[in-house]
């Protein structure tokens, strides 16, 4: 691996931007200023693995504005699809998934973005080796590191900037061990060296018996599962060992799980879409967008129908080698390490932190799959770990006159923020908030304590 890395170091940087790899412009979408650009990066040219990805500029002045990196979770589920082209991206679907409409809150007004498919065999990213699918988080933070070695000599104008590094859900585990390898990268290099500000994850997996737990905790609190059945759980269930798992505990969580059905629990406010209706209005050319709370509840399946159009996949320079299977937002053809997932991530964070990188855990607090409850306390464990004392005590936090959320800080560098009536795709639910506190983040700056403090960059 190091080898391979520093060959791919020593080759000299390209100068200017890729032609090969610009996107003009995507089927049915509305005219920007910015510039897309979309491509494969191979990783391993042995064995063919190459990753996919969609990059866009800033909306203005792109070249004053700093990089982040963005990674759906899973573990096998796209960022393009996810980041892009639901939460946080220049675009959404439009109703009928042959469209595009603006996202007025796109994270690209305050920072470039590159969305990256990975691991190989999520999305359009693939190998030639098939067994290349059985990987873990490893494995995936090393082939990153090559993506953006090499991903940096097609863009060298961008290998200086700011870099920051974001995600949600299981990248709480891709994060943090992308950046601890890329810490040391910069260790041992002796020329270029990434210019890492921070990173920050967003209702992130980073323990997970305390997480799974927390999920309970939460249904009971809103009312979905009995005082019963919440008892049950918490004194039978030993969520740091599966196998030990009583036939009481096994019980109870069967009972809980039929509420998933008809509620969503990565937003347990919203309504929940039903495709077939949506296949029905589509034949008969009615189709119309869902909204419940001001936020498209079909926005997924829509997804779906817009990527798979072939027009779209040439446009964004996709599926080169024609795949023998759909584009889907996760994939079932991976077959990711399940011990991976049980990785203790406060340590990885503590080194991070240790290494002077500021972190920003974020949680929507609707969200049921990886409530707030657990990563606030995961976060303050941490910061008693480290020795710090709060710098900014809990309290809410600010914008546009309202409360957006909530936020402690702990030694000017650890952060923990939630963000109101948003859940596990924060930007998806409070695209506004996101925003903002995005925004707050890449220019290193507190959230505000009081309503007029707030900043008009996402206005």
């Known amino acids: 691996m190091v080898a391979l890395v520093t060959v791919v170091y020593t080759c000299s940087f390209a100068e200017g931007y890729p032609e090969d790899d610009l996107v003009a412009r995507l089927p049915g979408q509305p005219k920007v200023g910015f510039r897309q650009f979309a491509g494969y990066v191979n990783v391993d040219s042995e064995n063919g693995r190459s990753l996919f990805y969609y990059y866009v500029e800033a909306v203005k002045e792109p070249e004053t504005k700093p990089l982040t990196l963005w990674l759906n979770g899973g573990p096998g589920c796209s960022s393009v699809g996810g980041g892009a082209f639901t939460e946080l991206g220049p675009f959404y679907p439009t109703g009928d998934g042959r469209g595009l409409r603006v996202n007025s809150m796109s994270w690209n007004k305050a920072s470039n973005l590159l969305f990256v498919e990975s691991p190989a065999g999520v999305g359009w990213s693939y190998s030639n080796r098939s067994s290349d699918y059985n990987t873990g988080d490893k494995s995936t933070a090393n082939d990153m590191l090559v993506f953006l070695l090499r991903w940096f000599k097609r863009f060298p104008e961008l290998k200086s900037r700011e870099l920051f590094l974001m995600g949600e859900s299981y990248a709480g585990h891709y994060i943090p061990q992308l950046a601890e390898v890329i810490l040391a990268y910069n260790s041992r290099s002796s020329g270029f060296k990434f210019n890492i500000k921070g990173i920050a994850i967003g209702n992130p997996l980073l323990k997970l018996d305390r997480d799974v737990a927390a999920a309970y905790e939460f249904f009971w609190s809103r009312g979905m599962i009995s005082d019963e059945v919440r008892l049950t759980i918490m004194s039978q269930c030993d969520f740091s060992n599966p196998k030990n798992m009583s036939n009481a505990c096994i019980d109870a969580?069967?009972?809980?799980?039929?509420?998933?059905?008809y509620i969503n629990s990565y937003h347990v406010l919203l309504d929940i879409c039903y495709p077939s209706i949506v296949q029905q209005e589509l034949r008969l050319k009615k189709m119309a967008t869902k909204m419940s709370m001001g936020v498209d509840v079909c926005i997924t399946y829509e997804r779906s129908l817009y990527f798979n159009l072939p027009e779209v996949q040439r446009a964004l320079n996709a599926?080169?080698?024609?795949?023998?299977?759909?584009?889907?937002?996760c994939s079932n053809r991976l077959n990711y390490s399940g011990i991976d997932g049980y990785i203790d991530m406060l340590p990885?964070?503590?080194r991070i932190i240790q290494n002077q990188t500021p972190v920003w855990i974020f949680s929507g607090d609707q969200d049921s799959v990886i409530p707030l409850q657990s990563s606030r306390t995961l976060v303050r464990e941490l910061a008693h770990d480290l020795n710090f004392k709060t710098t900014v005590p809990y309290a809410a936090w600010f914008y546009k006159e309202q409360v957006g959320g909530w936020v402690t800080e702990y030694g000017n560098i650890l952060t923990f923020a939630t963000v109101r009536g948003a859940a596990h795709m924060v930007s998806y639910a409070q695209p506004s908030r996101g925003l903002h506190m995005f925004s707050s983040f890449v220019r290193g700056q507190r959230l505000p304590n009081k309503p007029h403090l707030n900043s008009s960059i996402d206005d």
Do not use: A, D, G, H
């Not at 599926?319 to 937002?329: A, C, G």
């Open 253 to 261: 969580i069967v009972e809980s799980s039929v509420l998933t059905e």
């Open 348 to 350: 990885i964070l503590k």
């Open 319 to 329: 599926n080169r080698t024609r795949l023998p299977y759909e584009w889907t937002m």
